[in-house]
Each structure stands twice: as structure tokens, then as C-alpha cells.
């Protein structure tokens, strides 16, 4: 064999080796293989049902303390000592601040020696008029100084108390802002610090006008009856719920021409002193009662061009969409007013993995029948 043909011979001979060593059995699919179908997916879902469902609103506000007392300097002097640790709890009446007392101290006892002077100046008149040894009108003068006196001694004595700045209410006092030395009152009654009750505590927050009025022509239509509870829930900035529930207790009687919106408060038991003012926090309070309402969880509606909508499972195991629209809240749920009937499943959990018109495998939701809706009355706290 010349080398020319050398290189041809060798491909003649690798070709046919591979073709041997194919030509045997193919080996069986594995489990993964294109011979093994996947498994449908697994979803979690609700069997709606229709029945009584309170509905609510969720509204952002802010909290306020109860009260608020401004603890300032009522009689001027240097401030020998703070007599509280800042952030503590302070009780109404206790002293807070320590200014230097001498000067007041011996004005209260000045003021005690002309009361004094000026009340036997009376009693000696008092047998001289008689004799007419006095007139009527030096008579009338010494009564008049004596209570000229009188009134100097209380005002005196009042500096005096006032040199022990006291806690106006009780509650949580601030940081101080003045320290020792610092001369205060000095033609004004210099802020000191500030103490504010914390239990309870307030919430200012508002309702748009809109929603009042469409509200109230609801109920006199007759499509939904009037919440007659007051009770509201406050959702905190991480999402969690307070565990006590608040009451609304005060509606302006006006729509704020500024902004279209009414202003309310509640207020809520603060025990542990959780809750600052200042704080962010939603109120979820009830508004009306509907009957015979369908209601899914809020993760459940999902949105698009062309509207809202829930994925559900079709009576031959297939994930469709269903066109719906909302009409309000119940607590963490919708309220579908138009797209259901009842009986639907509605997907919950793994939408993800629910493509439109692929198969899936419904499994009924941990506690679907705490989600799906009650037809017992809602409870009082205002939740249904």
C-alpha cells in the first residue's frame, strides 16, 4: 500500500468500527428520559362559596399621643438639678427640674412678715375705730394693705413651689433640653422638656368624601347594611396585625375642602408602650355588611391589560383564566362582584406553574375552610 491510500484506508476502517458498535440494542429511557410523561403540577385552591362578609377598608395613618404636656420654666433661675432619667415614666405632680430657690425662699418669708405687720395694724384699729380714736377710711386703708399682704404671700409662695418644676400629667417624659447651670425663665417660660401619655394612644387618619357618600348610598339603596360596630384594626409597617383592637371615636362633621377628605381618629390600648408617636400604620376598620358575597384571597386576583382576573381549575383538570372584578375588601380578601358564581376552584398558591390550558393538580388550600367565605355573622372586632 503506497501513502496516499494510507490515510483513505484508515477512514474506511473507523467508519465501519462505529458503525458496529451502534448497530447493537438501544438502551431503555431513563426515568427522565422522553418515554416517561411528567407528573402535573400541584396547585393550591378554594371552592368558593357565596355568604355574609363584612366589608373593610384599609387607611393609612399616624399616631399621636393621648396627651402631650410641654414641662417648662415658670419662675426664672439656674437649673441645680435634673431630678428624672430621660425616656422614663413619670407620675403627674412629681418634681422633674431643681432651680435655685434661694431668692424665692426668703421673698416667701418677707411676704410673710408684711402679713403678719399688716394684720395687727388691723386688729389695733379694730378698738381705736370704736373710741373713734381712727377713722373709717384709715380703717378701710389698713384692711385693704393687709390683703395686699395676703395675696403677695401667696404669690410668693407659689414661685417658691414653682422653683421645683413639676410633671404637669404622667407618662413618658423626652430628653431634657437644658442641662445643669443653664439660667431659664428668663423672660420667657423656657421648654424644659416635654412628657407624653402613650396608653392609650391615638391614630389620626382620613377618608376620602368619595367614598362616604358612595357608601351611604349603598345602604339606603339596600345593597348593603350599616357595620354598627366601631372597632378597627391597625396593621403595623411591617404587616403584621396589633394584637388589641381600637375604636373609632371621633368623624369630623366637614369634608376638608382641601384635600376632599374627612379627618377620624381611633384609639388603641397601648400596654406595652409598643406603639410611638410618629409611627406609620394602617387602620383596617368595617364599613358595611353584604349578603350572599364571594370572596378569594388578595393573592389570588391577579391583573393584566386588559382587567383583572383569577386562574381556576375547569372541571378536566385544566388551568384557565376568568375575567372578575373587585367590588371592596373583607379583611385580607376581595370581594368579587362579577365572574363567579360559586363552586368555582380558584387557584391560590402556585400560579407560577399554572399555565393557561396545561394540566394541573388541585389540592385543597391548608385551612380552605377558615379562607373560603363564612356564613356565620362577623365577629365584633369588626373582621369577618
Known amino acids: 500500500m503506497t501513502t496516499s491510500t494510507r490515510p483513505i484506508a484508515l477512514t474506511f476502517f473507523m467508519t465501519a468500527l462505529l458503525a458496529g458498535c451502534g448497530s447493537g440494542d438501544k438502551p431503555a429511557a431513563g426515568p427522565g428520559g422522553p418515554g416517561a410523561g411528567m407528573p402535573p403540577p400541584e396547585v393550591d385552591v378554594i371552592t368558593v362559596t357565596s355568604g355574609n362578609a363584612t366589608l373593610t377598608q384599609d387607611l393609612p395613618g399616624r399616631l399621636q399621643a393621648y396627651r402631650t404636656a410641654q414641662v417648662r420654666a415658670r419662675v426664672e ?21 431643681q432651680i435655685d430657690a434661694r431668692t424665692y425662699k426668703a421673698a416667701a418669708e418677707s411676704a410673710k412678715a408684711d402679713l403678719a405687720i399688716a394684720r395687727q395694724t388691723v386688729e389695733r384699729y379694730v ?9 373709717q377710711q384709715e380703717m378701710d386703708l389698713a384692711d385693704a394693705k393687709a390683703k395686699q399682704a395676703e395675696a403677695a404671700l401667696i404669690r410668693a409662695e407659689e414661685d417658691l413651689e414653682n422653683a421645683s418644676v413639676p410633671a404637669a400629667i404622667s407618662g413618658r417624659i423626652g430628653r431634657t433640653l437644658v442641662t445643669e447651670g443653664a439660667l431659664v425663665g428668663k423672660g420667657e417660660a423656657t421648654l424644659l422638656a416635654t412628657i407624653e401619655q402613650l396608653d392609650p394612644i391615638h391614630v389620626n387618619f382620613t377618608q376620602p368624601g368619595a367614598d362616604v357618600l358612595r357608601l351611604k348610598q349603598a345602604v339606603k339603596s339596600g345593597r348593603l347594611r350599616r357595620a354598627e360596630t366601631a372597632s378597627v384594626e391597625m396593621l403595623l409597617e411591617d404587616g403584621s396585625v396589633y394584637p388589641q383592637a381600637g375604636r373609632i371615636f371621633f368623624s369630623d362633621m366637614s369634608v376638608d375642602p382641601a384635600t376632599g377628605a374627612v ?4 384609639e388603641f390600648p397601648n400596654p406595652q408602650r409598643e406603639l410611638l408617636p410618629g409611627m406609620f400604620v394602617r387602620l383596617r376598620f368595617p364599613q358595611a355588611l353584604a349578603d350572599n358575597a364571594i370572596r378569594v384571597p388578595q393573592r389570588a386576583v391577579q391583573a393584566n391589560p386588559q382587567g383583572q382576573f383569577v386562574m381556576i381549575v375547569t372541571p378536566d ?5 376568568l375575567p372578575v372584578k373587585t367590588g371592596g375588601m373583607a379583611g385580607g380578601d376581595f370581594i368579587i362582584a362579577e365572574g363567579l358564581k360559586g363552586g368555582e376552584q380558584v387557584i391560590v398558591n402556585g400560579l407560577q406553574k399554572a399555565r393557561p390550558g396545561t394540566p394541573v393538580k388541585a389540592v385543597p388550600l391548608n385551612g380552605a375552610a377558615k379562607t373560603e367565605n363564612k356564613t356565620a355573622p362577623p365577629a365584633a372586632n369588626g373582621k369577618s
Request: charged letters at 25%; aromatic letters at 6%.
Open 77 to 97: 433661675g439656674v437649673v441645680e438639678k435634673r431630678l428624672f432619667q430621660e425616656g422614663s415614666d413619670v407620675k403627674a405632680g412629681a418634681s422633674l427640674f
Open 127 to 135: 378698738p381705736l375705730l370704736k373710741i373713734k380714736a381712727v377713722s
Open 263 to 266: 379627618s377620624l381618629r381611633a
Open 317 to 321: 383538570g385544566k388551568a384557565a383564566p
